[in-house]
Every structure is written in structure tokens, then in C-alpha cells.
């Protein structure tokens, strides 16, 4: 490597060095961010039941779920919710079902679980949609600790 070579690239090497250096970076101020529980006011009235045992079963360690979907095919997406069960006879009364909460236009929620039937009171362990039969229409999958709902 010639002289002048050697000279440029290390003239580059402390330019690039320089630039990567700090002088001292600002802080931008905090941000203040408050979320607001609004569920039940929208009408999303849901009380999940763990149907926990205090034995630690496997399938009593996991949540449930919930997924959004077009259920009315009005453009606005509904909130389905998966609910829990109890492993032994000690299920409370009434027995913990899915719901399904219709999206009135984005202003508010309303459970049209009982009108769509699906309130299926499995031991739920989560849900999925898809469009399954190729209709364009959202299908619900429910996988519970049992027997699966379609």
C-alpha cells in the first residue's frame, strides 16, 4: 500500500470516528400517558372465570382469549371472549359461557351472545377466526379443554 493510501484511509477511519461520537444527547421531556378502563361503559360487561383449583393444573395456568371479528358483516369489528370452567363440580351458577359483543357503529358495545348462540360454556382455552369455508365471512374457532367449537 502506498504512502498517500495509507494517509487516505486513515484520514477516513478518524472521520468516520469523529462522526460516530457523541456530544451529549438531549433528553426529550416524558411523555404523560393515562389510559382510562372504558369497557363497561362501551358495554363490554365480561367477568372471566379461571375455574382455578389452587392445584395448579396445567390448563388452569393459562388465560383464555379473544379475538374480533365481523360477525354482522356491518364493517365494524365485535369482541368475542373466551371464558374459563372449573375442572371439578364447583362451577358457579349461572356456568360461565363465551360472549359476543356486537360494535354498534364504534360507539358502543351490546352482548348479542344468546341471539347469535355463541355462548358455548366449554372450558375455554382460546379462540381463532379465519375465513375457513372461503366465503369472505369470518369463521370462530373455539379450542377448549374438551371438544373443540367451530
Same mark, same amino acid.
Given at each position: 500500500?502506498?504512502?498517500?493510501?495509507?494517509?487516505?484511509?486513515?484520514?477516513?477511519?478518524?472521520?468516520?470516528?469523529?462522526? *460516530?461520537?457523541?456530544? /451529549?444527547?438531549?433528553?426529550?421531556?416524558? +411523555?404523560?400517558?393515562? #389510559? &382510562?378502563?372504558?369497557?363497561? =361503559?362501551?358495554?363490554?360487561?365480561?367477568?372471566? #372465570?379461571?375455574? #382455578?383449583? /389452587?392445584?395448579?393444573?396445567?390448563?388452569?395456568?393459562?388465560?383464555?382469549?379473544?379475538?374480533? +371479528?365481523?360477525?354482522?358483516?356491518?364493517?365494524?369489528?365485535?369482541?368475542?371472549?373466551?371464558?374459563?370452567?372449573?375442572?371439578?363440580?364447583?362451577?358457579?351458577?349461572? &356456568?360461565?359461557?363465551?360472549?359476543?359483543? &356486537?360494535?354498534?357503529?364504534? &360507539?358502543? #358495545?351490546?352482548?348479542?351472545?344468546?341471539?347469535?348462540?355463541?355462548?358455548?360454556?366449554?372450558?375455554?382455552?382460546? *379462540?381463532?377466526?379465519? !375465513?375457513?369455508?372461503?366465503?369472505?365471512?369470518?369463521?370462530?374457532?373455539? =379450542?377448549?379443554? /374438551?371438544? !373443540?367449537?367451530?
Amino acid at each position: 500500500m502506498s504512502r498517500s493510501a495509507l494517509h487516505l484511509a486513515l484520514a477516513w477511519a478518524a472521520l468516520l470516528q469523529l462522526s *460516530c461520537q457523541r456530544e /451529549g444527547s438531549v433528553q426529550a421531556p416524558p +411523555i404523560s400517558v393515562q #389510559f &382510562r378502563d372504558v369497557a363497561e =361503559t362501551m358495554g363490554l360487561r365480561f367477568d372471566h #372465570f379461571s375455574g #382455578f383449583s /389452587g392445584e395448579y393444573f396445567y390448563v388452569e395456568t393459562f388465560g383464555s382469549g379473544a379475538a374480533f +371479528i365481523d360477525f354482522d358483516s356491518d364493517g365494524y369489528l365485535d369482541v368475542y371472549l373466551v371464558n374459563g370452567a372449573s375442572l371439578a363440580d364447583t362451577t358457579p351458577e349461572p &356456568r360461565p359461557r363465551n360472549q359476543l359483543f &356486537r360494535n354498534e357503529s364504534a &360507539r358502543s #358495545f351490546q352482548d348479542v351472545t344468546t341471539l347469535s348462540g355463541a355462548g358455548h360454556g366449554g372450558y375455554g382455552m382460546g *379462540c381463532s377466526v379465519a !375465513d375457513v369455508e372461503g366465503d369472505g365471512d369470518g369463521d370462530l374457532f373455539v =379450542t377448549n379443554f /374438551g371438544p !373443540d367449537v367451530f
